[in-house]
């Protein structure tokens, strides 16, 4: 397989950099700068001894046995990203683009976020290394994540509650782009997946690659062989690019996205941007979207304020493209199902999203067989979601009686 | 500054400006804000008010570079399912009620892509249109674009800001009909004042360019108009009269005609405050 992106950011047909001119020289400058240190021993040396010392890296690549044996097929291995610093996968990047900052000689950063989990993971890294750091977050995602609102602003973040549109993660995004355009001079934009222009979806994928490098590596070591699938899920995609990209040149390795179906990709509400999307361009780039017949994108819904979101990124568009990997659905209650079963079998909560990819597992690993492996990628911890699971569960019942 | 002599209307406009020594000015209106029928009548009475050319704005969910005041029209007119052939169709039934000026298409790169970017040229020269602009489609992106617009006589209109540096000159060189200057960094929106070097980087678009320069985004009064008129061939004035809109809509969708005939003329008005008071000499 050619290296992608090429030279203009393009996973084949997609990707790209499709956002007003008066970005054009910031994105120019930030590629130029990544480009210069990406291989410098000094900038690698950094970010390998704060993945390591602070964020607490390598992470555990567990084997679930209790969970194999109830399913009773493929052996099932969970890559810990839950055990991060902060809480999920994350903080791989904001270490690696604070680090980049900070060589381009920025003071201050902005960043946007759903559920929180990367508002939080900037906001921390920003106290880290002393940048001034705004959080743009949806004003309904305030209200529903307003712990981590808090946590945030213990950091010494800045949290702007953003009131245009849906008010949630796609508008948070928008909103934070605008930010950018005025304040270009002296800002750092650390976008939080592999979306949005150029070269952000190539930066972040280099920065949550050690996610799949350490998972190879350790395999290897546990199992003397590759697994025969790994799974993740799928918002923008980057603890999924981040597992998966170590592995595409290992053609017998099945790369599975699983993406949020939200009350059903038949209805109205649901974030399954590969199932029900079609290519566009989006935030910055071309990809899949969700997007009526006029090309207006649509808003998404998924119980998973991660994976809320109507775009991907666009190098999962391109595996899609490719038949690299596939990528399936999974239903708000599929998830809530799953995050019990791993709670009940193994004692580890997973985030919501990270629910998503335990439910796929637990559809495909019985069909497998005994010597067979799953890796899956544990992107978070479920401590954020337990109130948005309690109130779920409370409307659940009432609806029930 | 050389014009050629195309047949396209934006060159013909800017030609005669020229020659009386006087600076275009080009409003910008959403469409479908607060409905179609409205829209055309405000294009009728930007004409009245002394307008050389429009742009015409398509509504869109995520409009990037746009500020509040376009982010709310854009959304009233979502509310009202306007879509990009919606738009267009402004343009034609104008000209069929007499307007005469030239029209410029505004949007966001998706509707366009959508629609297919061949029959989305098809149209715009079957509606009537001069120009395009769509602004999330820098130069490294729009050769497929540039190229269908070329062959259908439709004018590209680029955007350059005092961020594109180097990219000015290349930016210029290859625009038609006139180089869109964006006059702060952000968003568009109604602001006091604008970017340090603005004088500057207007005075090496000239240098670049070999079409008409035009100012937009944040230009909002005549004060700010005037300050232009003499650096730049037209300004172009989006937030502010999308703003009198939201402010006249209880008129606008008055049912008694005489109300709505004085919001479109609280428009008109606003608009004719507008024009930079040039003179020949």
């Known amino acids: 397989m050619s290296q992608v992106p090429d030279q203009h950011g393009r996973f084949g047909p997609f990707g790209g950099k499709y956002v007003p001119e008066t970005l054009m020289n910031a994105l120019i400058e930030l590629e130029e700068a990544y480009l210069k240190y990406k291989d410098d021993p000094d900038f690698l040396e950094e970010v390998r001894y704060l993945l390591k010392q602070y964020s607490g890296r390598p992470t555990p690549l567990y084997y679930a046995e209790r969970l194999s044996e109830h399913l009773g097929g493929a052996k099932i291995y969970l890559k810990r990203e839950d055990l991060n610093h902060t809480g999920a996968h994350k903080i791989n990047n904001t270490i690696g683009q604070a680090v980049l900052a900070k060589r381009m000689g920025k003071k201050k950063v902005i960043a946007e976020t759903g559920a929180g989990q990367h508002g939080v993971a900037s906001a921390t890294v920003a106290a880290l290394m002393g940048l001034e750091c705004k959080v743009f977050m949806g004003e309904e995602d305030t209200k529903r994540q307003q712990l981590n609102v808090f946590r945030m602003k213990l950091l010494g973040s800045e949290v702007i509650p953003v009131m245009s549109g849906t008010r949630t993660l796609k508008d948070a995004c928008n909103e934070t782009l605008r930010y950018w355009v005025s304040h270009v001079d002296d800002t750092y934009y650390i976008l939080g997946s592999v979306t949005g222009p150029h070269p952000y979806p190539m930066m972040v994928r280099d920065f949550q690659r050690i996610i799949g490098v350490e998972s190879r590596e350790q395999i290897l070591e546990a199992e003397g062989r590759l697994p025969d699938v790994v799974v993740a899920a799928v918002g923008g995609g980057s603890n999924a690019i981040g597992i998966f990209h170590p592995f595409i040149e290992d053609k017998d390795v099945r790369l599975v996205g699983v993406e949020a179906a939200g009350r059903g990709v038949d209805t109205e509400e649901h974030a399954a941007t590969m199932t029900k999307g079609r290519p566009g361009v989006f935030q910055g780039s071309m990809s899949y979207v969700l997007q009526d017949e006029g090309g207006q994108v649509l808003p998404a819904h998924s119980i998973s304020a991660g994976l809320d979101y109507p775009g991907i990124g666009p190098e999962h568009s391109y595996l899609k493209d490719i038949k690299r990997a596939e990528y399936v659905p999974i239903t708000d209650k599929e998830a809530l199902d799953a995050l019990g079963i791993l709670s009940r079998m193994e004692g580890i909560i997973p985030a919501l999203e990270s629910a998503h990819a335990i439910a796929q597992v637990l559809k495909i690993a019985p069909t497998m067989s005994k010597d067979e492996i799953i890796v899956v990628n544990l992107s978070g911890r479920g401590d954020k979601d337990v109130e948005s699971i309690m109130s779920y569960l409370a409307v659940e019942e009432g609806q029930q009686s | ?281």
Do not use: W
Not at chain 2, 123 to 131: A, N, R, T
Not at chain 2, 191 to 202: C, M, N, Q, V
Not at chain 2, 234 to 255: C, F, K, M, N
């Open chain 2, 1 to 281: 500054m050389s014009i050629t002599t195309g047949s396209n209307a934006i060159d013909t406009v800017f030609a005669e400006l020229k020659a009386k020594g006087e600076t275009a000015l080009i409003p910008f209106m959403t469409m479908g804000d607060p409905d179609l029928e409205t829209s055309v009548a405000l294009v009728q009475a930007a004409e009245a008010a002394g307008a050389h050319m429009i742009e015409l704005g398509v509504p869109y969910s995520d409009p990037l570079a746009d500020g509040p005041v376009i982010q709310r029209a854009s959304e009233r007119a979502l509310k009202n399912r306007i879509d990009l052939r919606d738009c267009m169709a402004v343009a034609s039934k104008a000209k069929v009620l007499g307007v005469k000026m030239p029209f410029i298409l505004f949007t966001y790169f998706n509707p366009a892509l959508q629609l297919g970017l061949e029959r989305f040229f098809d149209l715009l020269k079957e509606h009537g249109f001069s120009g395009v602009i769509i602004p999330d489609l820098p130069l490294e992106e729009d050769a497929e674009t540039r190229a269908l617009a070329e062959s259908s006589g439709i004018h590209l209109i680029p955007l350059v800001a005092p961020t594109s540096q180097a990219r000015v000159e290349r930016i210029a060189a290859q625009a038609k009909g006139f180089v869109y200057c964006v006059s702060s960094l952000g968003v568009t929106g109604v602001r006091s004042t604008f970017h340090d070097g603005i004088d500057s980087f207007l005075s090496t678009v000239r240098k670049a360019a070999s079409v008409p320069i035009c100012v937009g985004f944040g230009i909002s009064s005549r004060e700010h108009a005037e300050r232009f008129a003499g650096q730049a061939d037209g300004v172009i004035v989006g937030s502010a009269i999308v703003r009198q809109v939201e402010d006249a809509l209880p008129l606008l969708t008055s049912s008694d005609e005489a109300e709505r005939k004085q919001g479109l003329q609280a428009i008109q008005d606003f608009i004719a405050g507008l024009k930079p008071r040039t003179s020949v000499s």
